[in-house]
Nanobody, 127 residues
Framework: QVQLVESGGGLVQAGGSLRLSCAAS????????MGWFRQAPGKEREFVAA????????YYADSVKGRFTISRANAKNTVYLQMNSLKPEDTAVYYC????????????????????WGQGTQVTVSS
């Protein structure tokens, strides 16, 4: 497994932007598909975005498509989530997740497919 640490969360006004980072350590020589999930108070954790090992394939939840961008820098063992045009309904704890893949253009989108998780970072969007 790989260890994940998220950062970059905070308080922002509606319409603002934040960039989350997820730093990986451990078995980083392996190929990992990465994902971002979020959990709002009183709600189940939900998928936000995913990216393949190569970075060439990405997938987004409809609720964030066109506003969020997932990217990665493998040389830095880091994945990012750029969040623009933030809305109050984006308020949640955001989690980074990783799972080994065997194709550099493959990614996972289901929570149960990911074996490594970060501790989460809080994002609060005020209206």
């Amino acid at each position: 497994q790989v260890q994940l640490v998220e950062s970059g969360g905070g308080l922002v006004q509606a319409g603002g932007s934040l960039r989350l980072s997820c730093a990986a350590s451990g078995r980083t020589f392996s190929m990992y598909g990465m994902g971002w999930f979020r959990q709002a108070p009183g709600k189940e954790r939900e998928f936000v975005a995913a990216i393949s090992w190569s970075g060439g394939s990405t997938y987004y939840a409809d609720s964030v498509k066109g506003r969020f961008t997932i990217s990665r820098a493998n040389a830095k063992n880091t994945v990012y989530l750029q969040m623009n045009s933030l809305k109050p309904e984006d308020t949640a704890v955001y989690y980074c997740a990783a799972e080994e893949v065997y194709s550099n253009n493959y990614y996972y989108i289901f929570e149960h497919d990911f074996g490594s998780w970060g501790q989460g970072t809080q994002v609060t969007v005020s209206s």
